[in-house]
């Protein structure tokens, strides 16, 4: 069945370092999402990548697309402690339509920053 | 983005009862989803449910132990039936308003059964 996988599941870093995490699926997607999950709280939408090859900015986070549509991936630089949580990727299964396509979601990506 | 409203936010059960999670969306949807998260892991689909049908479930979970409500477009309950040790989890429900947008996720319920 699809697959969405995220490699690495924890990664330990000092305050100041870069940070990425990759996501590759078994199948083409149509956009990928990025979520972050603070510790105790809920996931919280980041970002949906569409097109071939995008990639796109918020601040010190930056997010590719692939050009196969098939990875993506979220590069944080000189993280801050506010950067903790695990960080997720999810993709629409090929089932379904529009905003009712169920998501398979990668197993998340732990940052914790040591100050 | 809609705000959903959760709750409880946690609850403590006991073995063999059944607990109604509650989802308030301030704005209509069509489809409300509801995930269940072990501490550490990763989301795991339960259903998804349309108003005015029945839930479609994934597999390995059934409408007997999760029974959904979505008696209109703003809202819906998870009930987590004759619940044991193993239901112990965050239970979270979650909309997706527009296509070019991601979903929208409930704060959460911990429940922990004992």
């Known amino acids: 069945g699809q697959q969405v996988m995220q490699i690495p599941q924890y990664q330990h870093v000092q305050e100041g370092e870069d940070f990425t995490t990759y996501c590759n699926s078994s199948t083409t997607l149509s956009n990928i999402q990025w979520y972050k999950q603070r510790p105790g709280g809920h996931p919280v939408f980041l970002i949906q990548l569409v097109k071939s090859g995008e990639v796109k900015k918020q601040k010190r986070l930056t997010f590719q697309f692939g050009e196969a549509k098939k990875n993506s991936s979220l590069h944080i630089t000189a993280t801050q402690t506010t950067d903790v949580g695990t960080y997720f990727c999810?993709?629409?299964?090929?089932?379904?339509?529009?905003?009712?396509?169920?998501?398979?979601w990668g197993l998340g990506t732990s940052l914790a920053v040591n100050p | 983005s809609a705000v959903i409203s959760q709750k409880p936010s946690r609850d403590i059960c006991q073995r063999g009862t059944s607990l109604t999670i509650q989802c308030q969306v301030d704005?209509?949807?069509?489809?409300m989803f509801w995930y269940r998260q072990q501490p550490g892991q990763s989301l795991t689909l339960i259903a998804t449910a349309n108003q005015g049908s029945e839930a479609t479930y994934e597999s390995g979970f059934v409408i007997d132990k999760f029974p959904i409500s979505r008696p209109n477009l703003t809202f819906s309950t998870l009930t987590v039936s004759n619940m044991s040790p193993e239901d112990s989890s965050i239970y979270l429900c979650s909309v997706r308003q527009w296509a070019n947008y991601g979903y929208t996720f409930g704060s959460g319920t911990r429940l922990t059964v004992v």
């Open positions: 999810a993709g629409p299964t090929a089932l379904g339509a529009g905003n009712n396509r169920k998501l398979i």
């Open positions: 704005s209509q949807v069509t489809m």
